[in-house]
């Protein structure tokens, strides 16, 4: 059982650049989200699934896009990235939407 | 919108003193979450507590929700230096959780 994966680790992108970062999770969770977490602040929510096929807006989504065609994957993808961006990215998943949420390893984004 | 308070930002303690971070929701809560991040490291589920006033024990962590939910601490007795990182509550309200800004602590041995 491997949890919540999270690809890549570290990234540097370039202004105006795109990226998709990867999160899959092997405990048939239903429910996925994606935040971001900036120096010394704690975690934003930027999208969230309940169930392949169904995605929707959290506190911060602009400038990001999500799918879920899968219960196991859950990609992020960034289009025209901008400084704001540089972030840690953490993917989470829960059995349902009020149980205990399990984290991924994060992704690290710098943005120049 | 929905805001969740946590303070302290930062506390230092000194190994064996006790330590507490609040949470504090502009509304009523459906429940709390509260994890533990090391540094460097990913939010660790710690605690779910859902009744009005319910108080939960883990060894040394004694984890309390308000009578109104819209509040709750975490209280940790005689600190050790396993315990610093950084805790944050989540407060849920629908399919939604909103994380506090975290209370980062430090323990000097």
């Known amino acids: 059982n491997a949890g919540v994966t999270q690809t890549p680790k570290f990234r540097i992108l370039k202004i105006g650049q795109s990226m998709t970062l990867q999160c899959t999770q092997d405990?048939?969770?239903?429910?996925m989200y994606w935040y971001r977490q900036d120096p010394g602040m704690g975690l934003k929510l930027i999208y969230y699934s309940v169930g392949a096929g169904i995605t929707d807006k959290g506190e911060v989504p602009n400038g990001y896009n999500v799918s879920r065609s899968t219960t196991e994957d859950f990609p992020l993808r960034l289009e025209l990235a901008a400084p704001s961006q540089t972030s840690v990215y953490f993917c989470?998943?829960?059995?349902?939407?009020?149980?205990?949420?399990?984290f991924g390893p994060g992704t690290r984004l710098t943005v120049t | 919108g929905q805001q969740v308070m946590q303070i302290p930002q930062y506390q230092h303690v000194q190994e064996g003193e006790d330590f507490t971070t609040y949470c504090n929701s502009s509304t009523t809560l459906s429940n709390i979450q509260w994890y533990k991040q090391r540094p460097g490291g990913h939010p660790v589920f710690l605690i779910q507590?859902?009744?009005?006033?319910e108080v939960k024990k883990q060894k040394r962590l004694t984890f309390q929700f308000g009578e109104a939910k819209k509040n709750s601490s975490l209280h940790i007795t005689a600190t050790q230096t396993t315990d610093v990182g950084t805790y944050f509550c989540a407060g849920n309200t629908g399919n939604q959780f909103y994380f506090g800004t975290g209370t980062s602590l430090t323990v000097i041995p």
């Open positions: 989470a998943s829960s059995y349902l939407g009020y149980y205990e949420q399990y």
């Open positions: 507590l859902v009744k009005s006033g």
């Open positions: 405990m048939n969770h239903n429910y």
